[in-house]
């Protein structure tokens, strides 16, 4: 069996930390089996879907590095959703409905005062067809409810959560159809699945109770049974379901300075038994993702801890990688000096100004003579070895000074900041006439 997964999101708004996350998963599923990952953009909704939000969920998984074997899109598939309704209609398994929106809630709310699960009570199946002839005759126009079968239960080994098993006769015959002609997710969902051979459905647990209906809308196509695998929502960190999560997204990754490797690594092993580690490379995430690993618990989505990981992903990455994302004139060896001080790729713009702007810095009075010696040594040393041990050393000699009395002055006046990249690196950048000019204040 060839795995085939596929990531379904509707553009009516840009892509979120979930949908990248599930998108991940389904991608990483479909490489780890030699398989196929495809993009099917369900856009039944014409009222909300807009091709800028197309445009975005493309780009939004070609920054963390997805590429889709295919694309499909489900607003060029409405013939096929008619056929199949057809055929359901004919086998007696979906049926017109004419109740009301405001007549099914006063269903619900007398169900619910007597105790009973607000379940649609199939009134519509009553009806003849004289009584039908004469609401169309009316004006009413119906929805359109798939029939399910109650006669044993719905049962299924998710790939995550285990044997899960559904009483039909609970549930609600699901409206697939409004009646405007409009489609509601299940059936189309259903049915592209079956079309497309997908073979492994990943998706979050909201979802768990739609498998149920979706498994019967499969038999009842005489379609094979895809296999689910339902993951846990993410949390925000401070332990609770985070409205923020539903618009952090590829844009606030990166005016955050966020490396797409960074949300890659994070979101394939948070809530998974695997360590979140600074992996550049999807190779690891490929070969270690197993839904096996997966917990039950929300996984918990922390800001501080995926900037963590983004500086250590940031220390990681070579100059050719980030290149085109750093200052005019910034080489190599620059990159090298201040890489790992930085959090983001963005915060070397400040050590360049460090290295080639004007700084300023706030002097301590008595260490203006230690100062002024140390503008004149550095003047005079080599500066074509190692001219930083050289100038401690001299001073170490002369001053007395040792330790941080000796180096943060030194560090201050050169760079104006009290922490930043080895001063061993930075110096020979900085250069002798910077340097001396600098340190004479």
């Known amino acids: ?5 596929r990531f379904a999101p509707s553009p009516t708004g840009r892509l979120h930390v979930g949908n990248l996350r599930a998108a991940l998963h389904n991608w990483l599923w479909a490489q780890k089996n030699q398989g196929q990952f ?97 609401l169309e005759a009316e004006g009413v126009r119906p929805h ?49 699945d079956a079309d497309m051979g997908i073979t492994h459905v990943v998706r979050g647990e909201d979802h768990v109770s739609n498998a149920a ?29 985070s409205k923020r999560l539903g618009s952090l997204g590829v844009d606030a990754f990166r005016e955050s300075g966020i490396e797409a490797s960074a949300v890659r690594a994070f979101l394939a092993r948070i809530g998974t038994s695997d360590p979140v580690e600074p992996v550049v490379e999807v190779a690891p995430l490929i070969a270690t993702f197993d839904f096996a690993r997966f917990g039950r618990a929300p996984a918990r989505f922390d800001d ?18 980030v290149s085109a994302h750093l200052p005019a004139g910034m080489t190599r060896a620059e990159w090298d000096a201040v890489r790992p001080n930085l959090k983001t790729v963005a915060e070397a713009a400040d050590w360049w100004l460090v290295i ?19 503008a004149d040594i550095a003047g005079r040393i080599d500066w074509s070895a190692d001219p930083w041990h050289a100038l401690t050393a001299m001073l170490k000699a002369s001053s007395g000074r040792s330790g941080k009395m000796l180096f943060l002055p030194l560090r201050r006046a050169l760079t104006g900041r009290d922490h930043g990249p080895d001063m061993a690196a930075l110096l020979p950048l900085i250069g002798r006439e910077r340097a001396v000019t600098r340190l004479g204040g």
């Open 1 to 5: 069996m060839t795995v085939i997964t």
């Open 38 to 134: 495809w993009l099917r953009i369900d856009d039944t909704d014409s009222q909300r879907s807009e091709e800028r939000y197309v445009d975005a969920i493309r780009a939004g998984l070609a920054w963390i590095g997805l590429t889709p074997d295919g694309e499909e899109r489900q607003s060029a598939r409405f013939a096929l959703y008619e056929a199949r309704l057809e055929e359901l209609r004919a086998a007696g398994r979906v049926y017109p409905a004419y109740e009301t929106a405001q007549e099914l809630d006063l269903k619900r709310k007398i169900a619910a005062g007597r105790g009973l699960p607000p379940v649609y009570d199939r009134a519509a199946l009553t009806l003849s067809d004289t009584d039908r002839a004469a």
């Open 144 to 192: 359109w409810r798939f029939k399910l079968d109650h006669d044993s239960p719905i049962e299924w080994d998710d790939l995550i959560r285990g044997p899960q098993k559904f009483e039909p006769a609970t549930m609600s015959d699901p409206v697939i159809r409004r009646a405007d002609g409009s489609w509601l997710y299940m059936l189309p969902s259903a049915i592209d």
């Open 213 to 241: 209906l979706q498994l019967q809308m499969f038999d009842a196509m005489g379609a094979p049974r895809p296999i689910f695998a339902h993951e846990a929502l993410l949390v925000g960190s401070e332990g609770k379901l």
């Open 304 to 321: 501080a801890e995926l900037a963590g990981l983004n500086a250590k992903i940031v220390h990681q990455l070579d100059y050719d990688a």
């Open 356 to 374: 080639e702007g004007d700084v300023t810095s706030a002097r301590d009075p008595a260490d203006a003579d230690f100062l002024a010696e140390a």
